[in-house]
């Protein structure tokens, strides 16, 4: 007759496994259901518990010279082979009522045999289908924290990108200004020589005549400077949906930095409203100071 560790291998059991069930189990039908319980577990998973004492967990073998019995549990109806089996489960259940049975624990039959190992495959493939499909609740859940990381990270690239567009905005509205002052200074030196060297060749030819030279023009004299050029800072009275904010600025602040100082504080802006004299300065006027924009000393404002 084969031996239990045999009937398993021929069963299809791993041989590593199948000597630790028998070891562990000490009949055939202990060791099936060991093997049942850790099937889904690696030699080296099984080996580590077993130092840990996870092996006092399992059904310890018959003692030597021990004849196996058929004992039955009158607790729960559990038929075992051995008095080891028994008191194995008597510790481990808590029941105390056991009697002998004169029923005889048989061999497990060819197609007994095929059947529990059907079972235990068919149980073995129902973890992993559960397991796969909690691996693909998983896998969805990272998708969906990936999606709102890069929806995330898409706004905050436009959103800069939308800073850099008016940045630029701002700095070709400045050039242009600049260019045109540049221009007017040009143009200005330009009508300044030209009369220049219209009085001299009148005063030529005023010599050459005999004529009394023509009295030069006094200089004119500067035009006073404007009050709001002795100012060093200008005083905003900021209406926002959120409240009325004052703050203080240098004057040669452009409007795009009062908008980052409103935004750092939670503002939105889009445009700057003044009632007196009624005015809007939106996204075009940003590159303004708030001298060039005329609100030095002070100005009162609508944020939209």
Same mark, same amino acid.
């Given at each position: 007759?084969?031996?239990? !560790?045999?009937q398993?291998? @021929?069963?299809?059991?791993?041989?590593e496994?199948a000597?630790l069930?028998?070891?562990?189990?000490?009949?055939?039908h202990?060791?099936?259901?060991?093997?049942?319980k850790?099937q889904?577990?690696? #030699?080296?998973? #099984?080996?580590?518990?077993?130092?840990a004492?996870?092996?006092?967990? $399992?059904?310890?073998?018959m003692?030597?010279? %021990?004849?196996?019995?058929?004992?039955?549990?009158?607790?729960?109806? *559990?038929?075992?082979?051995?008095?080891?089996?028994a008191?194995? /489960?008597?510790e481990?259940?808590? /029941?105390?009522?056991?009697?002998?049975?004169?029923?005889? #624990?048989?061999?497990?039959?060819?197609?007994? *045999?095929?059947a529990? !190992? %059907?079972?235990? +495959?068919?149980?073995?493939?129902a +973890?992993?289908?559960?397991q796969? @499909?909690?691996?693909?609740?998983?896998?969805?859940?990272? %998708? $969906?924290i990936?999606?709102k990381?890069?929806?995330?990270?898409?706004?905050?690239?436009e959103?800069?990108?939308? *800073?850099?567009?008016?940045?630029e905005a701002?700095q070709?509205?400045?050039?242009?200004? %600049?260019e045109?002052?540049?221009?007017?200074r =040009? !143009?200005?030196?330009?009508?300044?020589? *030209?009369?220049?060297?219209?009085?001299?060749?009148?005063?030529?030819?005023?010599?050459r005549?005999?004529?009394?030279?023509?009295?030069?023009?006094?200089?004119?004299?500067?035009?006073?400077?404007?009050?709001?050029?002795a100012?060093?800072?200008?005083?905003?009275?900021?209406?926002t949906?959120?409240?009325?904010?004052?703050?203080?600025f240098?004057?040669?602040?452009?409007?795009?930095?009062? =908008?980052?100082a409103?935004?750092a504080?939670? /503002?939105?802006?889009?445009?700057?409203?003044?009632?007196?004299?009624?005015?809007t300065?939106?996204?075009?006027?940003?590159?303004?100071? !708030?001298?060039?924009?005329?609100?030095?000393?002070?100005?009162?404002? #609508?944020?939209?």
């Amino acid at each position: 007759m084969p031996s239990d !560790l045999e009937q398993l291998l @021929d069963m299809g059991f791993d041989k590593e496994k199948a000597e630790l069930a028998v070891k562990q189990a000490g009949n055939l039908h202990g060791a099936i259901e060991w093997l049942d319980k850790n099937q889904d577990k690696t #030699i080296e998973q #099984i080996r580590e518990e077993q130092q840990a004492g996870a092996s006092e967990e $399992q059904e310890p073998p018959m003692k030597p010279g %021990e004849e196996a019995k058929s004992l039955v549990c009158d607790d729960c109806g *559990k038929k075992f082979k051995s008095m080891t089996a028994a008191e194995f /489960h008597a510790e481990k259940s808590g /029941h105390e009522n056991f009697s002998e049975s004169t029923e005889e #624990i048989k061999p497990l039959t060819e197609e007994e *045999k095929k059947a529990k !190992l %059907e079972e235990l +495959r068919a149980k073995a493939a129902a +973890r992993k289908a559960e397991q796969a @499909d909690q691996e693909k609740i998983e896998r969805k859940k990272n %998708e $969906q924290i990936r999606m709102k990381n890069t929806k995330e990270s898409q706004a905050a690239k436009e959103e800069l990108q939308k *800073k850099e567009r008016l940045k630029e905005a701002m700095q070709k509205k400045r050039e242009k200004v %600049e260019e045109a002052e540049a221009k007017k200074r =040009v !143009l200005a030196k330009l009508e300044a020589d *030209k009369q220049e060297r219209k009085r001299k060749a009148e005063m030529e030819k005023a010599a050459r005549a005999g004529q009394p030279l023509p009295v030069e023009p006094e200089a004119p004299k500067p035009a006073a400077p404007k009050a709001a050029s002795a100012y060093t800072e200008s005083r905003l009275a900021l209406q926002t949906p959120n409240g009325r904010v004052i703050k203080t600025f240098p004057v040669e602040t452009t409007l795009f930095e009062v =908008v980052q100082a409103l935004q750092a504080e939670g /503002h939105a802006v889009s445009s700057f409203t003044q009632n007196f004299p009624k005015k809007t300065f939106d996204q075009a006027d940003f590159g303004m100071t !708030l001298k060039e924009a005329g609100l030095v000393p002070s100005a009162a404002l #609508i944020v939209k």
